[in-house]
């Protein structure tokens, strides 16, 4: 039985999803974009309609956050404390 894909991320725009997509598969974490139907529909590409999910298996959720937010710049600490 596989693991289900979770939403890790949310990128802004095709390029920033495939630049997650990218840095994701280059430590060999299983990956792939979800868009939003509606947006994807209607080939909308901005706002809430434009952005594209980031999903990696069950097991790797950790794996791939942490390689995200350190690529990102984001300090886990700061967002916990917010």
């Excluded at 630049?19 to 974490?29: G, K, M």
């Amino acid at each position: 039985m596989g693991n289900k894909f979770k939403i890790v991320e949310w990128a802004k725009n095709e390029v920033e999803a495939e630049i997650f997509l990218s840095l994701l598969r280059d430590y060999d974490i299983p990956c792939k974009k979800l868009r939003e139907s509606f947006g994807a529909m209607n080939s909308l590409s901005y706002g809430i309609f434009g952005e594209i999910a980031i999903a990696v298996p069950d097991d790797r959720i950790e794996d791939a956050r942490s390689i995200l937010d350190s690529f990102i710049g984001r300090d886990l600490h700061d967002e916990e404390n917010q």
